[in-house]
């Protein structure tokens, strides 16, 4: 039987039976250090080329502090001597989808653009979160001066299953 040759060392990021970070044991210390905090993990991204990407978010928003403490902790709870990685941690973007059900729930009171699976696109100010929908007010229109004012607001309920990204909508 023919030995087969590896190549360049084995990364215990990518082969987790080797001492070292694998993304498991990542996800499991942040909670851990997250657990009792606002903050909470979005996302961990683990490449085959040992890059790490942590984005973290947090109930009030997340400073740049608390991206650098996180930081520091992963730098010494994983040692960087032992296996190289190339380590980011940060926030979403506002231009970020919203992944997590609590994000939904700290952007209440914002204006969502919600792109629906069917390919339509909603607008509106985010109003209500639940498990299974969230409730928006779209942005009503003015009406000209003298005009009736007796229709009620309109609100769309639309169903989490139903939705395929929303992100905040960025008033200018």
């Known amino acids: 039987m023919e030995k087969i040759k590896k190549r360049g060392p084995t990364s215990p ?3 987790p039976e080797n001492k ?3 993304r498991t044991d990542l996800v499991q210390a ?3 250090k997250l657990t009792g905090s606002p ?4 996302e961990v991204d683990v490449q085959p080329t040992n890059r790490v990407k942590v984005l973290i978010d947090g109930d009030e928003g997340v400073t740049i502090d608390q991206c650098a403490e996180i930081n520091r902790f992963i730098l010494q709870r994983f040692d960087r001597d032992q296996e190289d990685y190339a380590l980011e941690v940060s926030s979403p973007g506002l231009g970020q989808p919203l992944r997590l059900l609590r994000q ?3 952007n209440i009171g914002r204006n969502l653009e919600v792109q629906l699976k069917d390919g339509t696109v909603a607008t509106g100010k985010l109003e209500s979160v639940t ?3 969230i409730v928006l007010t779209p942005k009503s229109k ?3 001066a003298g005009a009736q004012t007796s229709e009620e607001a309109v609100t769309l309920n ?3 299953a139903d939705i395929s990204a929303a992100k905040v909508a960025l008033a200018f």
């Open 13 to 15: 990021l990518l082969f």
């Open 142 to 144: 003015k009406k000209k």
């Open 158 to 160: 639309l169903a989490m």
């Open 20 to 22: 070292g970070m694998n």
């Open 131 to 133: 498990d299974e929908h």
């Open 104 to 106: 939904y729930q700290k």
């Open 39 to 42: 903050l909470f993990i979005v």
């Open 30 to 32: 942040l909670e851990e």
